[in-house]
């Protein structure tokens, strides 16, 4: 099948050589040196699933027709992503691989005549090199949204052969829970440690347990349904925010066993490490809007929210200590 990627970073790079692999007539729209380099040396993946390199058609934008288009950017960078690609996308399916509450609500106006599905990465991606991907974690790719669930059927056809995929009949519930397991995603982003080695550190692991309770209450008021992803059900997140503290750690701690000891960055430290804007305000930043939408508080996503931007301001990170002095918990 002829495929357009469009964001050939960590999982855009990681579907595109995985669809290469499987024999798909792959052409990506990357840009900088991540294009220079697929043009010199190919995509490089490596890792849990895997090496390849694929030498691939590539561009600032996709170039030819194609039966199936997946935009895997971050979400700041979908809309000008969609918008430079558009005549090519009109009329197919299009996944928006990306975390956030923001996939589809933000790129089906933007592609009226094409049938716009959602995607949620549970796998973690490494780029460790432009053009050069490692996948530090297997995981199921979940898919869903849209009118019906014809278009996400025939995506999960496509790539059920090439990565674990999970269909989702809930697709905004599955984003909630996701955007639950993406609290992990700041602290690494503040301190510079892997996720599993904040997840050690009881004081951050504190701090993420309250995070991670304040996205639950946000999104249950909100009227969020959590549809199960990865085994994290409505009612183990019912269980999680009811119990004490250092009951409630189990969460955290069965996320830092099921990403084994490769260690995981997540993919807002990467934006850190690089210098370039992270997604923080789609993440915490989408519990803190939700929060005073509603007319509530999310004080420690607030806090995480400001620490990212400090980081990215400053780059230096903060010590596990200076985190805990910046955010007071109850
Ligand atoms: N990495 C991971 O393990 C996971 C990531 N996710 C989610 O997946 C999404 C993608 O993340 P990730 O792959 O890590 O991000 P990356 O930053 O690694 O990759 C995004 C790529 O898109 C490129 N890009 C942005 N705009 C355009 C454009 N207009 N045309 C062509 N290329 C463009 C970026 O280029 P440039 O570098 O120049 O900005 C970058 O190479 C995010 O929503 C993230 O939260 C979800 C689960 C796991
Ligand atoms: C699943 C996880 C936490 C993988 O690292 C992710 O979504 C991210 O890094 O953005």
Redesign the pocket.
Known sequence: MRIGV?????????LAALLDRAGHDVE????????TAIRTRGLRLSGAWGDHVARLDSG??LSRGAEFAIV????Q??A??IR??AALLRGIPVLV????LT?LSESAPLLPRSDVVGG????????TA?GE?TI?TGGSLYVGGGEHDTPARFVVGVLAPVIPTTLVADFEGAQWT?LVI?QI?ALPAITGLSAQTVIATPALRRILVHSMREAVRTGRAAGARFAEVQGLTRRRLRAFTALPDWAAQFLPLAMARSMGVTP?P???L??IR?G?AT?ID??NGAVVATAERLGRQAPVNRSLVELVHEVERSHRFLTPDEVVARIPLD
């Open positions: 469009i964001g050939a970073g960590a999982v855009g790079g990681a990506v729209a990357a840009r900088g040196d991540t294009l600032g934008v895997a950017t971050k979400a960078d979908s000008d992503a430079a690609n691989v990306q975390n956030g996939s949620l990465a549970l796998f973690a991606a490494s780029l432009p991907v530090t996701k993406n995603n995981n997540g993919s807002t990467q934006s690089r370039v997604e789609h993440l």
